[in-house]
Nanobody, 125 residues
Framework: VQLQASGGGLVQTGGSLRLSCAAS????????VAWFRQAPGKDREFVAA????????YLGDSVKGRFTMSRDNAKNTVYLQMNSLKPEDTANYYC???????????????????WGLGTQVTVSS
């Protein structure tokens, strides 16, 4: 299983980026997918998750109203659209996949079996 995140980069405060996560080696439509992020010296933080069919998404409190998550099962890819970026959004962003999640654990990294290497997002002030 491979999860390849891309789309990170350097952007100014208030700018936008769209991250992509391309999956291979699994039946993508059978997996819930999430984005997490981790900044140096900080704990890993839940960002967003999307159910298998793409009909339901969940967002972390710090990104609500600014980020959206979507998926294209035909392309085995999920997306994270990030708008109104702030310096505190600076982190390495990871995508992860889980065969089965429940509502009480979907925001927990422990619920996900497969992880990508991440893509760096840096927001300058």
């Amino acid at each position: 299983v491979q999860l390849q995140a891309s789309g990170g980069g350097l952007v100014q405060t208030g700018g936008s980026l769209r991250l992509s996560c391309a999956a291979s080696g699994l039946t993508f439509r059978n997996y819930d997918v999430a984005w997490f992020r981790q900044a140096p010296g900080k704990d890993r933080e839940f960002v967003a998750a999307i159910r298998k069919t793409g009909g339901v998404t969940y967002l972390g409190d710090s990104v609500k109203g600014r980020f959206t998550m979507s998926r294209d099962n035909a392309k085995n890819t999920v997306y994270l659209q990030m708008n109104s970026l702030k310096p505190e959004d600076t982190a390495n962003y990871y995508c992860s996949a889980s065969r089965t999640t429940i509502l009480s654990t979907i925001r927990s990294g422990a619920a996900y079996q497969h992880w990508g290497l991440g893509t760096q997002v840096t927001v300058s002030s």
